[in-house]
Nanobody, 125 residues
Framework: QVQLVESGGGLVQAGGSLRLSCAAS????????MGWFRQAPGKEREFVAA????????YYANPVKGRFTISRDNAKNTVYLQMNSLKPEDTAVYYC??????????????????WGQGTQVTVSS
């Protein structure tokens, strides 16, 4: 089992920045990839970014490319999402997720095995 705890959400004005953290515990050696997803009210959960636990390959959704950066600190078992130039449309609950297998579909939430509780990000205009 892997436990994930997100932190760092909050309220920020458009153009501002936030950094989300996701601390993993338990069988972290079983993790192949970590991802961030988000869900706005009335919308489906959507992919934001992902990173391989070893190797560090990164992947981004088009709406956040050039604004968001995913990174990890293996020594701390923590993944970060640095969000810059935030827009009101970035408002959502952000979830951290862990994938045990190399399924190749890093942007499909159904491929992820463990989820955090989510952290709210609100961007005001």
């Amino acid at each position: 089992q892997v436990q994930l705890v997100e932190s760092g959400g909050g309220l920020v004005q458009a153009g501002g920045s936030l950094r989300l953290s996701c601390a993993a515990s338990g069988r972290t050696s079983a993790i192949y990839r970590m991802g961030w997803f988000r869900q706005a009210p009335g919308k489906e959960r959507e992919f934001v970014a992902a990173i391989r636990w070893t190797g560090g390959n990164t992947y981004y959704a088009n709406p956040v490319k050039g604004r968001f950066t995913i990174s990890r600190d293996n020594a701390k078992n923590t993944v970060y999402l640095q969000m810059n130039s935030l827009k009101p449309e970035d408002t959502a609950v952000y979830y951290c997720a862990a994938d045990r297998y190399n399924s190749g579909t890093y942007d499909d939430p159904n491929e992820y095995d463990y989820w955090g509780q989510g952290t709210q990000v609100t961007v005001s205009s």
